[in-house]
């Protein structure tokens, strides 16, 4: 299967991928879309283009039912992209998917639908509401033999790309973390964006994690198998974004502003679309779900420690 798929990645290379998308109910849709399918743009990335989606939606998700349409009006008027009835309509018009779905809980069904169809997948953020979810996806793609990955795209910006140093032995990061009320894991909402920059400057390798919960903010610790710790400060409602790296000889720290694009993460989609490796690993993924889990756990035991499953 593997040899199989690289040799279609090499075909399809030498053209634009045809995207499509499953979920028009976050801003995603439409800033990857301005990236890809708008040369004009100073931010755009060629290789590929978005030219199908399905709307999706929730609702029960204010967030999701709200947007829904009036983006896929958009894509259709703005950017040419075909709005169908369903993935399997979607899957047949497309090279590659993007499941951008703001609703977590969504993502295992709308992926159990893609897979027969053998197309490479991206996930958005988040993977699941819940870890058995995440590591569901990751079977099914996995006996499928169908590649793919999530991520945010914190983990492709400024702080976690020039902050990765290789002798870094302790971290402190922080970022926004609203929650949804129907995700179980409720720091996969949005606290999945500093706890993935946190993952992409300290590595995997984390066994334990406390979480202390606040009113409007909560301090969660992890302590990592080699001895390292890391703390991710999280920020209710919102809040900026940065970070604090322990070195033996030197503390450094992000810039007060720190710039942020989009465009780092759609390359490296149209990289992993057009070659068939993935940036960021299942397992590595599959580690970040298991310490939200962990989180979430160390939240409803008042804070007590407790080790990733």
């Given at each position: 299967m593997k040899i199989i798929?690289?040799?279609?990645?090499?075909?399809?290379?030498?053209?634009?991928?045809?995207?499509?998308?499953?979920?028009?109910?976050?801003?995603?849709?439409?800033?990857f879309s301005r990236i890809l399918n708008d040369p004009s743009q100073a931010e755009h990335v060629p290789g590929a283009k978005i030219v199908a989606a399905f709307k999706g939606g929730s609702r029960d998700i204010e967030s999701s039912w709200s947007r829904v349409d009036k983006h896929a009006e958009e894509l259709r008027a703005k950017y040419g992209v075909e709005v169908v009835a369903d993935i399997s309509a979607l899957c047949?018009?497309?090279?590659?998917?993007?499941?951008q779905s703001a609703d977590g809980r969504a993502h295992l069904q709308q992926v159990r639908q893609i897979l027969p169809f053998k197309k490479p997948f991206f996930v958005d953020k988040p993977l699941a509401s819940t870890l058995e979810d995440a590591r569901e996806i990751a079977r099914l793609a996995r006996e499928a033999g169908v590649p793919w990955f999530s991520s945010s795209a914190l983990r492709f910006n400024e702080i976690a790309t020039t902050m990765k140093f290789p002798d870094l032995r302790a971290l402190f990061v922080w970022g926004p973390g609203q929650t949804e009320p129907h995700h179980y894991l409720d720091l996969s909402w949005y606290g999945i964006h500093p706890i993935e920059m946190m993952y992409t400057l300290m590595g995997t390798g984390c066994e334990e994690v406390t979480r202390i919960a606040g009113v409007d903010m909560d301090e969660v610790v992890g302590r990592w198998k080699d001895g390292r710790t890391?703390?991710?400060?999280?920020?209710?409602?919102?809040?900026?974004?940065?970070?604090?790296?322990?070195?033996?000889?030197?503390?450094?720290?992000?810039?007060a502003k720190v710039p942020f694009s989009y465009r780092p993460?759609?390359?490296?989609?149209?990289?992993?679309?057009?070659?068939?490796?993935?940036?960021?690993?299942?397992?590595?993924?599959?580690?970040?779900?298991?310490?939200?889990?962990?989180?979430?756990k160390s939240k409803e035991r008042g804070g007590a420690p407790v080790r990733l499953r």
């Open positions: 798929w690289l040799l279609a990645a090499v075909s399809l290379s030498a053209a634009d991928l045809k995207l499509g998308i499953v979920g028009t109910d976050t801003s995603h849709c439409l800033q047949r018009k497309v090279d590659a998917v993007l499941v890391a703390t991710v400060h999280i920020m209710r409602p919102s809040g900026p974004y940065g970070a604090v790296a322990f070195r033996p000889k030197s503390v450094e720290q992000s810039p993460l759609v390359q490296e989609i149209v990289k992993f679309f057009q070659t068939g490796a993935p940036p960021v690993t299942p397992e590595e993924t599959l580690e970040i779900f298991a310490f939200l889990d962990a989180a979430q």
